[in-house]
Each structure stands twice: as structure tokens, then as C-alpha cells.
């Protein structure tokens, strides 16, 4: 009897709608208590009591809305810049590239739309290249130091008021992990929650958004504070298999840091409200989950493999995502489209092509994940978007590189740098990542962003954008 107690106890405490409703019930047998004979003016009492208890319980199990503060990405210093022939004189002056290799590579920069000038560690620009943990070590917290001072200067909020910390690294994961690193430089306090995720891959940015907004509804009036970006350094390939070039080719510096919280009171200085998030993962299917695959070569080097599948690979995992995302976000007028499009091909067997929302009905602005040129061609088709739309995308390609799961807070910044966030916008942050995942924020502006900022990835340049950098196919009209 005394565990069967314990247990339904248990159950209560860990069940929040279900504790509202028991502390409700509670209250009422309180009541009843202590009123020692029933009359009229009890029956009152008691109706007002359930009354207050059913609107206790109506507000209180509705979720906590979560709210983005500020953000910021990371832009390193002038003596990280690199340029395309820098590139390649290193790889040359290195000497691990065939020659056949090393005109691959100078092929596939030529058309990777990265722009003349990116960003690489300081170590990768040595001669030899300093690929010691230390030198990794120093990149990473270069980055994620870099961006949270400047968030914490943004938001004026104290280190030790942030509750949760979540640190996405997808191939870089020391001991004791890039978390604790945090938590060290910072002095964080000690009962803080912390998340290491890795091996999670670019579309780690937006699931670590995700990760923050259920803890962050299970802790109210609590700040979240998520870091995202990927080691150089350690991710570098140096091998001479074709396939596993293109990380070498596309991948660049850089980092990214959100504040999130759930005091409600944030709201009237917070961006943004976090409307959606979603996640989907196609991982069962033994083609999805190989296409990025991190292995040894021939040579015994360790790199990623990049699979001739991956945009076919994307493609159907976009097509999965957008299924469950289209109702969320949709007008009633596309969502009918949808649905008797849906209803043709399974119902009555039509061989028909699948129907592509215009999502541009529920979204203003587009944060593609800049996994490269390709990418984000076969995503500008497969949603038939204009160039306006995808030009935050593929400036950042074309400025910052594959900054990883950090990739769409540069985007995003660029919105803003541009002036084209106004007040009731929504936004769609959207990532691929190895396994195979794609990801999804939706943000609601709760105002219009002043672009004159001077702690911006883009600032003192965004007037030079955009850049003629045209995809390789065009969108038919």
C-alpha cells in the first residue's frame, strides 16, 4: 500500500498538468474543511473555489513561451582571413595532394560560392599547420568566448543568472568537454544544467534551439544560453580520397551564440518568440544515414565522407519535414492544396508530383542552412523561391563559408544588418545534418530590428552586399 502511495506521488510531482489539477482539488477539500456546517454561503464558496481552481489549471498547463533575447555571431580577426589562393598555396606547400587532387580542390573552390575572403584558424595558416589539441583547443574557445562576450554586452544580462547551457560541436569533444569550458571561464553557478551535443551535425544549431525550449518550459523564468560552431582544426581532412575533399573545400571559422529565456516579463525586450520547432530524422533508411559519413580512408586518414546521394538524400528528407511542418505554419488556402494533392497520389493512385506549398505565404524571411552552392540551389528550387529570399543565404556562403550548425545565425544577422526585419515577421531557420536530419526554428519579430549595429558579423561591410553570386540554375517562372 505504502509503495503504491509512493508511487501515484511520484507521478503527480513529475506530471505537471496533473499536479495543477491535484493542488487544485486539494484546495477545495481544504476548504470544505474548515467550513463547519454547509449553508448557502458555503455552496457560493465552495463554486468560487472551483471556479479559480479550473482557471489556475487552464492557465498554468499551457506551455511557458520562450523568447529570444538577442544573439550573436562570432567574427574573427583580420589575421584569420584567407583567400582562395591562400588555399591553395598551402595545400601545395603542405604536399599531401596529388595533382590531380589539388586541381579537384582548386575546381570545386572556384564553384563552391565562398567569396575571396573567409576566415581559418591562425594554427592552418602555419607552415607546417599547428594541428596540436592545443591549437584546437584555442580555436573553439576563441570562438565561443568571443561570441558570448559580445552577447552578454548586448543583453546585459549576468553570467549567473543563466540556468541552462546548451554546446553543440559536432567532431571536436575533449575532456572535460567545451561545456565545462564554458562553465569555467564564466564561473556559471553550480547547480546549472549543461548539454554537450556532438556528433549531431550542421542542423545542430537549430536542435539545440529545440533542446532549449522544453527545458526552458520545464524551468520557468529561466535563461538558456545555447553555443554552436565546429572545429577546424580537428574536422580537417588529410587524405587524397575525392570524396572527402569537400569539407576541406566548403568548411570555414566561426561560432555563434543565442540567449534564450521564459520570464515572461523578457517579452517587451526580447527580438523574438520562438514559435515552432521541428525535427526530423531519416536515419532508418541505411542510405540517409551513410551519406555523411565520418570514416577512415585507404590511408588510414580520418575525414567525412560526402555520399553522390546526399542532395537526393536532402531533397526527400526536406519533402518528410515539410509534410509535418505545412500545417503548423500554413494558410488554410495551401494547406486544402496540399491535402488534395495528398489524396491523389495515396488515395486514388495518380501519378502526380508531389504539391510544394508557398511557403512564402507563412514565412518572410528564409535562414537556409549554407551547407553549400549545390545545396542551396536544389533547396531554392525545390521551394521555388526567389533570389531575394535565399540572398541572406548565400551572402553568408559567400562571406563567412559552412560555418556549421552556426550557419543560420549569420544569415539571420544578415536580416538584420539589411534592415529587413519588421515587427510581426516570421522567420524559418531550417539545417540538414549528418545521420540524416532536418531541422526547423519559426520565429515571430516582436519588433522591427534596427540594422545599425555595430556588434554585427556584418558590420562596416553589409553595404557591399549583395555580391553577384547567381545560382547555378535558375527557377522557372
Avoid at 471556479?51 to 498554468?60: C, G
Avoid at 573553439?140 to 554586452?153: H, K, P, R, S, W
Avoid at 556532438?198 to 534551439?209: E, I, N, P, T
Wanted: hydrophobic share 40%; proline share 4%.
Amino acid at each position: 500500500m505504502l509503495s503504491q502511495m509512493q508511487h501515484v506521488y511520484h507521478y503527480l510531482v513529475s506530471n505537471r498538468s496533473m499536479s495543477i489539477l491535484f493542488s487544485s482539488f486539494l484546495m477545495i477539500a481544504v476548504t470544505l474543511f474548515y467550513i463547519p456546517d454547509f449553508n448557502p454561503h458555503s455552496s457560493v464558496i465552495i463554486a468560487l473555489c472551483f471556479v479559480a481552481s479550473l482557471v489556475n489549471y487552464l492557465i498554468m498547463r499551457k506551455p511557458n513561451k520562450v523568447y529570444l533575447i538577442d544573439f550573436a555571431c562570432y567574427k574573427p580577426n583580420l589575421s584569420c582571413l584567407c583567400t582562395k589562393e591562400m588555399l591553395i598555396d598551402r595545400a601545395k606547400l603542405v604536399g599531401f595532394l596529388s595533382e590531380e587532387n589539388l586541381k579537384l580542390v582548386s575546381k570545386i573552390v572556384d564553384r563552391s560560392g565562398l567569396g575571396p575572403l573567409t576566415y581559418v584558424p591562425e594554427a592552418l595558416l602555419e607552415i607546417p599547420p599547428n594541428l596540436a589539441l592545443e591549437a584546437a583547443r584555442n580555436e573553439t574557445d576563441t570562438v565561443l568566448f568571443g561570441a558570448v562576450d559580445e552577447l552578454l554586452e548586448k543583453t546585459g544580462v549576468q553570467a549567473k543568472d543563466i540556468g541552462i547551457l546548451i554546446v553543440n560541436c559536432c567532431l571536436f569533444n575533449p575532456t572535460p568537454s567545451l561545456s565545462d569550458s564554458i562553465v569555467n571561464h564564466y564561473k556559471l553557478r553550480g547547480n546549472i544544467l549543461i548539454y554537450n551535443l556532438s556528433g549531431m551535425g550542421c542542423s545542430a544549431g537549430v536542435l539545440a534551439v529545440d533542446t532549449a525550449k522544453h527545458l526552458l518550459q520545464a524551468h520557468p523564468n529561466s535563461y538558456a544560453l545555447v553555443l554552436s560552431t565546429e572545429n577546424e582544426i580537428s574536422s580537417m581532412y588529410w587524405g587524397n580520397n575525392p570524396s572527402m575533399l569537400l569539407v576541406n573545400c566548403l568548411f570555414r571559422m566561426g561560432g555563434s551564440a543565442a540567449l534564450l529565456s521564459s520570464h515572461a516579463s523578457d517579452r517587451y525586450r526580447s527580438k523574438y518568440e520562438l514559435v515552432h520547432t521541428l525535427r526530423t530524422h531519416v536515419g532508418a533508411d541505411d542510405n540517409s544515414y551513410k551519406c555523411v559519413f565520418q570514416q577512415e580512408d585507404d590511408d588510414n586518414q580520418v575525414g567525412v565522407s560526402l555520399s553522390k546521394d546526399l542532395m537526393n538524400v536532402a531533397r526527400d528528407a526536406l519533402k518528410v519535414h515539410i509534410t509535418s511542418l505545412g500545417p503548423l505554419v500554413l494558410p488554410l488556402s495551401e494547406k486544402l492544396k496540399f491535402l488534395i494533392n495528398l489524396v491523389k497520389r495515396k488515395l486514388f493512385k495518380m501519378k502526380i508530383e508531389t504539391y510544394m506549398p508557398n511557403f512564402k505565404l507563412a514565412f518572410k524571411h528564409f535562414c537556409i542552412h549554407t551547407g553549400g552552392r549545390a545545396v542551396l540551389d536544389r533547396m531554392q528550387k525545390s521551394l521555388e523561391l526567389e533570389d531575394w529570399y535565399m540572398e541572406p543565404s548565400r551572402m553568408t556562403l559567400y562571406r563567412f563559408g559552412n560555418t556549421s550548425s552556426s550557419s543560420v545565425w549569420y544569415e539571420l544577422a544578415y536580416c538584420e544588418a539589411k534592415g529587413r526585419i519588421k515587427k510581426g515577421d516570421k522567420v524559418w531557420q531550417m539545417a540538414f545534418g549528418s545521420g540524416f536530419k532536418c531541422n526547423s526554428a519559426v520565429w515571430h519579430a516582436l519588433k522591427t530590428i534596427e540594422p545599425a549595429s555595430k556588434k554585427s558579423p556584418w558590420r562596416d561591410e553589409i553595404h557591399n552586399f549583395p555580391v553577384n553570386a547567381a545560382p547555378l540554375v535558375q527557377i522557372n517562372k
